[in-house]
């Protein structure tokens, strides 16, 4: 079995996305790691060169900068990537995603005992959205908790918008969500733990390929009550690049609920009176 993974990544260190880190979590157990590296205005392929583990393979590529519809730019970036992975499976870490040292080998097990189960065309991760500072995580049905990363490179895929993969049917011309087992492992999600300066510089680039006009983010202005404590351990990879604040993230208290944050309430006390579980997924669960 050949596990391989890949990623797409432009003006990284500009944006402040830990990509090194995020590399690096999954070296361990990856054949071969395809970093497709748009051309940037920063040091970010210095950068990944200097990781110097011969697992890694770089593409350059050139970004259709008036593609501005749908974010299909993101799209075409992760299949350039993906379309050069080798292996059996083909795991999509994006730069602010880190696996955890403690996780890889449930991880590589999950790979091996689906590898022969042609029903299972992707692996999905539960996920942890930190918020704010190192201590603090969002726990809502709008933030999704699932999310497929690893897909088999025999199955027809393509990403609408670089998000989430859509599969090809035998006839070609009808797209659906791929079909699903659970990893049993979590993806730790760092973006929103970026300062707001960073947030802002990359919201504002990222938010043109969606052609729409961006709105300077305030962390302070959520919902404090999604927001909850971590109590957990870090990857030891990413401990040196978080910040050090202590105690739970405060949000302002007085924040005016936007009409998607009632919403969300609204479906946290359906998730707790009925045992539900209502956030997005993008494929298929598969009953074990």
Not at 160 to 177: A, E, I, M, N, Q
């Amino acid at each position: 079995m050949k596990i391989s993974a890949f990623t797409f990544i432009r003006n990284g260190s500009i944006f402040g996305f830990p990509f090194r880190e995020s590399i690096c979590s999954v070296l361990p157990i990856v054949d071969e790691f395809v970093v497709n590296v748009g051309v940037s205005d920063d040091d970010t392929l210095e950068r990944i060169k200097q990781i110097g583990d011969p697992k890694i393979r770089i593409i350059e590529s050139h970004w259709n900068d008036k593609m501005r519809v749908g974010g299909y730019v993101y799209g075409q970036q992760k299949m350039i990537a993906q379309f050069n992975c080798t292996g059996d499976w083909a795991f999509y870490l994006e730069g602010d995603e880190i696996v955890h040292e403690n996780e890889l080998d449930k991880i590589v097990d999950a790979c091996r005992r689906n590898l022969h189960d042609e029903r299972v065309e992707v692996l999905a991760f539960d996920y942890i959205h930190f918020y704010g500072n190192a201590n603090s995580y969002l726990d809502s049905p709008g933030w999704y908790r699932q999310a497929a990363r690893i897909i088999r490179t025999s199955v027809r895929s393509y990403a609408p918008d670089g998000l989430f993969w859509h599969v090809l049917t035998d006839r070609s011309k009808v797209s659906r969500y791929p079909r699903a087992a659970n990893t049993g492992a979590t993806i730790y999600h760092y973006g929103w733990v970026r300062s707001e300066e960073e947030m802002n510089r990359k919201l504002e680039n990222v938010e043109k390929y969606w052609n729409k006009n961006h709105r300077r983010l305030d962390y302070s202005e959520i919902d404090q009550k999604i927001i909850r404590e971590f109590t957990g351990s870090h990857p030891e990879i990413i401990r040196e690049w978080l910040p050090k604040e202590k105690g739970i993230f405060i949000a302002n208290p007085d924040h005016k609920l936007t009409p998607r944050e009632k919403k969300h309430r609204l479906m946290l006390h359906v998730e707790r009176w009925f045992g539900m579980e209502l956030s997005k997924k993008h494929f298929i669960p598969l009953k074990s």
